[in-house]
């Protein structure tokens, strides 16, 4: 998959995709219907999938003082769509001077001149332009005169809930990853290096490998059962485990991270990239009156961790989540 950071600099290999357009965060069921009909129009147009996407999020620039919301990092983004088959990421940086672009210069410079876009394809509650003024009504106009197809894709429903970042973000602010795999098509995953820690872990019988969250919406703290893909390094491959999220109570933690606990492993994995999927939410945070209690409780939360990974973890969520 190629990444285009700029709208104004595109070779001919980048131009004349079908795009999906869209913020794809957490890249859930939602967003892959309507990448779907937009890799749809690609093979029907003989042309690439393209997906077009801001970064940083939009809100982050409007709103820079709001409480971390995003499921997934650049990174992460870039990999879930590079799995589903995307060819290219059009990863535009959201300025001021992009934000500033009425409608119609949105639909002229950066979908038809800029990409050359033969085709793209929105959600039914697309905005775009300044103040979000753009419709989609607007969107079919433009592509008729600048020449590109345009498909709405309907909203997508799981349960009778209809599918958006917002409820897959109060799932796991609920402690309920499983809900949230539903909505998401696969697991929720937090990715990125293993920074150094406390070493406290180790010294408990329990080596853990620490990720840090910043910048990301924080699931229910406490304890999950974890499937691990350690993506870099000798040991890359995939593991089960037992994994910390939040504050560390019983270390008087003040920076919340994601401490793993990863299952019959050996080795080092201090700045590797790890992705770390949440499958099942075990208990809240505590503090304990020992150290001999918190270990207890560690091989007590880890016993439990195996014996439900140890399940056909796709006959527990419908869409079958990696």
Not at 89 to 101: D, G
Not at 218 to 227: D, E, I, M, N, S
Request: with cysteine.
């Amino acid at each position: 998959m190629r990444i285009v950071r700029d709208y104004q600099f595109t070779t001919q290999a980048d131009r004349g995709a079908s795009v999906a357009i869209g913020n794809f965060d957490g890249v859930h069921i939602g967003h892959r219907a309507v990448i779907d009909l937009a890799r749809r129009a690609a093979r029907d147009l003989n042309a690439p999938l393209g997906v077009l996407t801001f970064e940083p999020h939009p809100r982050e620039l409007f709103a820079p003082d709001a409480p971390p919301f995003r499921l997934t990092g650049t990174e992460a983004r870039a990999h879930r769509l590079d799995k589903i088959g995307v060819d290219i990421l059009y990863e535009l940086t959201f300025n001021p001077a992009l934000a500033s672009l009425s409608p119609q210069d949105f639909a002229t410079r950066v979908l038809a001149q800029g990409l050359g876009a033969r085709h793209v394809v929105v959600g039914a509650d697309f905005h775009f332009g300044a103040k979000r003024a753009g419709t989609i009504q607007m969107l079919k106009d433009f592509g008729k005169d600048l020449g590109f197809g345009v498909t709405i894709a309907d909203l997508v429903a799981e349960d009778s809930e209809e599918v958006s970042s917002t409820a897959i973000r109060n799932a796991l602010s609920d402690g309920r990853p499983r809900d949230a795999a539903a909505m998401l098509g696969h697991w929720h995953r937090i990715e990125g290096p293993v920074i150094r820690g406390d070493q406290r872990g180790r010294d408990l019988g329990y080596p853990t490998a620490n990720m840090s969250i910043a910048g990301l919406h924080q699931p229910k703290f406490g304890v999950y059962a974890v499937l691990v893909d350690v993506l870099t390094g000798p040991h890359k491959g995939s593991y089960h485990g037992a994994a910390s999220l939040g504050l560390r109570p019983q270390f008087n933690g003040e920076t919340p991270n994601l401490e793993t606990y990863v299952f019959d492993f050996k080795g080092d994995l201090y700045g590797e990239t790890l992705s770390v999927a949440l499958v099942d939410y075990l208990r809240p945070e505590a503090k304990f009156d020992s150290l001999d209690a918190l270990v207890a409780q560690m091989d007590a939360d880890c016993a439990e961790a195996r014996k439900l990974l140890a399940h056909d973890l796709q006959a527990h969520t419908p869409q079958n989540p990696a």
